[in-house]
Structures are given as structure tokens and as C-alpha cells.
């Protein structure tokens, strides 16, 4: 298993550029979410999913769509790229929706927008 | 919601012991979390505690009061490849793993 996947690793845009973040798990989990992580901080919530077809906001959903068409993908899209948006971003996986499931985390993109 | 404190660095020296603390608030509890961070990569996964007391994995062992609202990490003869980043994260009640809440972080530097 490759576990769970993300690309690209680095990314520069300018402002009101767009783009997509790609991730991807191999291990059929339901769950799927996007963190961003900014420096000294800790992790915040953007979006996530439960399931294919189901998504939904967390903490900071603004300026960013997320859509899950399979299990394995959950690509998150920034839609008018912004300098508040530079961040390291981290896609994570749980097996189901059980409390006691844990995050398997990708190893992150990390974006600069200038 | 959700409020979480952390101290924001430590120091400790290989072979000692060290306790990292996390207390939090919440308007429901459902788990607390502990992950480990090194610099440059993501979060993996320590600890995980939903009931009073002490869970113990190894070198690493992480203890839970409800009551208190207050968890810590305690981390036995110290490495130094245990410099990394602790994260504490809490789970409110009735919800998955993707809407943990997570606290800054707590930076150790391990020292020779």
C-alpha cells in the first residue's frame, strides 16, 4: 500500500491564479479530509468527506472546493489563489466513521502564493 | 467549540524523561489524540484516549482526566530522534476523526 498521497509536493502561483491539489489512498477508507497548516500552527480543518459523493465545510472552507467522485480520490481545488492561502497542506484518511479510527496523513503540499 | 493549550517548546535531555501537557475545553468530548511531527513532514500517530487513566505504548505513554480536561504525554529515556513536534487534538462528541480539533503544537528538542 502506498498509503495515502499527495502531488504536487511544492507549488508557487500568483495571486488569483487557480489550482488543484491532488490526493489519493489506496486503502478503500471512507473518510478523507484536507488540514492546512500554517507555521507554528496547528492543524485546521477545510473540508471533509465521509464518503463518495458526500462532502462537507470545516473550520476555514472559504476559497477552497473539494469534491469526492470515488473512494480513493478527494482533490481540493483553490479557486482565486490568495498570499493568506500560503500554507503547508495535508490530505488525511481514517477506515470509517468509528470513533476510535485514526488519520493516516499524506506528506503534504506545501504552497506559496505570491 | 474548542479550545486547546499546549505549551510551545520544551527542552530535555537523551535518556530523561519528559511530560508534554495539553489542556483543553470543549462544548463535548469524544477522544483525545496525540501525534508526533517531525519538522518538514506530516503528523503520525501516537496515543489515543477516551477514558480516565494511563495508556502506555513503549517509551510513550499518554494519560487522560475528563474531569480535568487535561491530558499529557509522557515520554521515557528520551532519543534524539524524539525532537519533533506533539500535537494534541480532541474529538468532540457524536463526530468522525475528520473534525478533531487540534492545538498548536508542543516543539521538543532533545539535547545530547
Known amino acids: 500500500n502506498a498509503g495515502v498521497t499527495q502531488t504536487p509536493k511544492f507549488q508557487v502561483l500568483k495571486t488569483g491564479q487557480s489550482m488543484t491539489l491532488q490526493c489519493a489512498q489506496d486503502?478503500?477508507?471512507?473518510?478523507m479530509s484536507w488540514y492546512r497548516q500554517d507555521p507554528g500552527m496547528g492543524l485546521r480543518l477545510i473540508h471533509y468527506s465521509v464518503g463518495a459523493g458526500i462532502t462537507d465545510q470545516g473550520e476555514v472552507p472559504n476559497g477552497y472546493n473539494v469534491s469526492r467522485s470515488t473512494t480513493e480520490d478527494f482533490p481540493l481545488r483553490l479557486l482565486s489563489a490568495a498570499p493568506s492561502q500560503t500554507s503547508v497542506y495535508f490530505c488525511?484518511?481514517?477506515?470509517?466513521?468509528?470513533?476510535?479510527?485514526?488519520?493516516?496523513f499524506g506528506p503534504g503540499t506545501r504552497l506559496t502564493v505570491l | 467549540g474548542q479550545n486547546i493549550d499546549q505549551p510551545t517548546e520544551m527542552t530535555a535531555t537523551e535518556g530523561a524523561i519528559v511530560q508534554i501537557n495539553c489542556t483543553y475545553q470543549?462544548?463535548?468530548?469524544?477522544?483525545l489524540f496525540w501525534y508526533q511531527q517531525h519538522a518538514g513532514e506530516a503528523p503520525t500517530f501516537l496515543s489515543y484516549?477516551?477514558?480516565?487513566g494511563l495508556e502506555e505504548k513503549g517509551r510513550f505513554s499518554s494519560f487522560l482526566s475528563r474531569s480535568k480536561g487535561y491530558s499529557y504525554l509522557l515520554l521515557k529515556e528520551l532519543q534524539m530522534k524524539d525532537s519533533a513536534s506533539y500535537l494534541c487534538a480532541v474529538r468532540p462528541y457524536n463526530t468522525n476523526a475528520g473534525k478533531s480539533t487540534f492545538g498548536d503544537g508542543t516543539t521538543l528538542t532533545v539535547k545530547p
Open positions: 470543549t462544548s463535548g468530548f469524544n477522544g
Open positions: 484516549n477516551v477514558l480516565d
Open positions: 486503502m478503500n477508507h471512507e473518510y
Open positions: 488525511a484518511s481514517s477506515r470509517t466513521s468509528a470513533n476510535t479510527d485514526t488519520q493516516y
